[in-house]
Nanobody, 121 residues
Framework: QVQLVESGGGVVQAGGSLRLSCAAS????????MGWFRQAPGKQRELVAS???????YYADSVKGRFTISRDNAKNTMYLQMNSLKPEDTAVYYC???????????????WGQGTQVTVSS
């Protein structure tokens, strides 16, 4: 029963904030690298941010300084704090996990179903 479930998406005005959560069940993901991806209409899925088991982080240039990725291994949950949201952040956001130490747009061990984030002007 391994699964990742995203929550926290919704509609927010530009400049606002949202916090996405990715709750894992069926397996302990403390040793996995985890990440957030997003896909906007007409665009390819892209990596937004990732975090390793050692808390090393990566951010796409488009979100750096605005988004913060974190994880709580005790809760088996990953978060994405999204501040200063822009309309171009509108997308379906997916969480993923991979035991190899890296996350990719296509070949992760586990994917969530996605949560919609809509940023209005």
């Amino acid at each position: 029963q391994v699964q990742l479930v995203e929550s926290g998406g919704g509609v927010v005005q530009a400049g606002g904030s949202l916090r996405l959560s990715c709750a894992a069940s069926g397996r302990t993901f403390s040793t996995y690298t985890m990440g957030w991806f997003r896909q906007a209409p007409g665009k390819q899925r892209e990596l937004v941010a990732s975090i390793s088991s050692g808390r090393s982080t990566y951010y796409a240039d488009s979100v750096k300084g605005r988004f913060t990725i974190s994880r709580d291994n005790a809760k088996n949950t990953m978060y994405l704090q999204m501040n200063s949201l822009k309309p171009e952040d509108t997308a379906v956001y997916y969480c993923a996990a991979d035991r190899s130490g890296v996350v990719t747009t296509t070949r992760n061990d586990y994917w969530g179903q996605g949560t919609q984030v809509t940023v209005s002007s």
